[in-house]
């Protein structure tokens, strides 16, 4: 389970606080996006093009806090060319081992293969340029605008996975389905589902086998997981 910009349904998202809130709940992982700061020197905690409320966290501080917690950290990565400032931070706190970044753009995943293979890449798709991810559509709309892209999936994931030289695939919920999640696995790649707040969309993506789900809340998504803990796995479809 990973705590989306912290936990932020329940808690200011991407602060302190909403990693603690995250870490509280018992998420695996804490997701955040980096942008640079008003200086365009240090690294900060914050949507790249979004204006942070208050004052931004910087990137050496939430890495300093989380590196001394027992969750690991998911780098959702938009801003182009940080690459290798962000694999020098992520290092420099001992989080190699326990960081996934993931990212829209191949190249960037890339230059994260050369620069810190240590760490887990994954490539994430849709482009998510203007935050719809974040907006609570009615299901049927989202039904209907991915059938034609989730049909697709099956094909595009391995090339999306083979263009980023990436190790994971982080799609948008709508466009999982139990096929594609089984032929990322074949090729040995984990699946992410974002951004998940409803408790039904949460029970349908663990049965599909998805390998992690990112929630604004992630308290209530792992208490619709502990439902399921009765299911053996070869059940699951």
Same mark, same amino acid.
């Given at each position: 389970?990973?705590?989306?910009?912290?936990?932020?349904?329940?808690?200011?998202?991407?602060?302190?606080?909403?990693? +603690?809130? +995250?870490?509280?709940?018992?998420?695996?992982?804490?997701?955040?996006?980096?942008?640079?700061?008003?200086?365009?020197?240090?690294?900060?905690?914050?949507?790249?093009?979004?204006?942070?409320?208050?004052?931004?966290?910087?990137?050496?501080?939430?890495?300093?806090?989380? +590196?001394?917690?027992?969750?690991? %950290?998911?780098?959702?990565?938009?801003?182009?060319?940080?690459?290798?400032?962000?694999?020098?931070? %992520?290092?420099?706190?001992?989080?190699?081992?326990?960081?996934?970044?993931?990212?829209?753009?191949?190249?960037?995943?890339?230059?994260?293969? +050369?620069?810190?293979?240590? *760490?887990?890449?994954?490539?994430?798709?849709?482009?998510?340029?203007?935050?719809?991810?974040?907006?609570? $559509?009615?299901?049927?709309?989202?039904?209907?605008?991915?059938?034609?892209?989730?049909?697709?999936?099956? %094909?595009?994931?391995?090339?999306?996975?083979?263009?980023?030289?990436?190790?994971?695939?982080?799609?948008?919920?709508?466009? @999982?389905?139990?096929?594609?999640?089984?032929?990322?696995?074949?090729?040995?790649?984990?699946?992410?589902?974002?951004?998940?707040?409803?408790?039904?969309?949460?029970?349908?993506?663990?049965?599909?086998?998805?390998?992690?789900? @990112?929630?604004?809340?992630?308290?209530?998504?792992?208490?619709?997981?502990?439902? *399921?803990? $009765? *299911?053996?796995?070869?059940?699951?479809?």
């Amino acid at each position: 389970m990973i705590g989306h910009r912290g936990a932020a349904r329940i808690a200011p998202e991407n602060s302190l606080e909403g990693f +603690a809130a +995250a870490v509280g709940a018992g998420a695996d992982l804490v997701e955040f996006d980096i942008d640079r700061g008003a200086d365009d020197s240090a690294l900060v905690i914050g949507h790249p093009g979004v204006a942070a409320t208050g004052a931004a966290l910087e990137l050496d501080d939430a890495l300093a806090y989380l +590196a001394s917690q027992s969750i690991g %950290v998911h780098v959702d990565l938009k801003l182009v060319g940080a690459e290798r400032e962000i694999a020098a931070a %992520v290092r420099a706190h001992g989080l190699g081992e326990r960081t996934l970044v993931s990212s829209t753009w191949a190249r960037s995943l890339r230059r994260l293969a +050369a620069e810190a293979p240590e *760490l887990t890449r994954a490539i994430s798709y849709p482009r998510d340029r203007y935050g719809a991810s974040g907006i609570a $559509w009615p299901r049927p709309v989202v039904h209907a605008s991915a059938t034609a892209l989730r049909c697709a999936m099956g %094909v595009r994931a391995p090339l999306l996975l083979a263009a980023a030289d990436g190790n994971a695939l982080s799609l948008h919920h709508a466009l @999982v389905s139990p096929a594609v999640v089984r032929r990322a696995h074949r090729r040995g790649s984990a699946v992410i589902a974002w951004t998940v707040n409803d408790p039904d969309r949460v029970e349908e993506l663990a049965r599909a086998r998805v390998d992690a789900i @990112v929630s604004d809340d992630p308290q209530m998504a792992l208490a619709v997981l502990a439902t *399921l803990k $009765w *299911l053996k796995m070869g059940d699951w479809s």
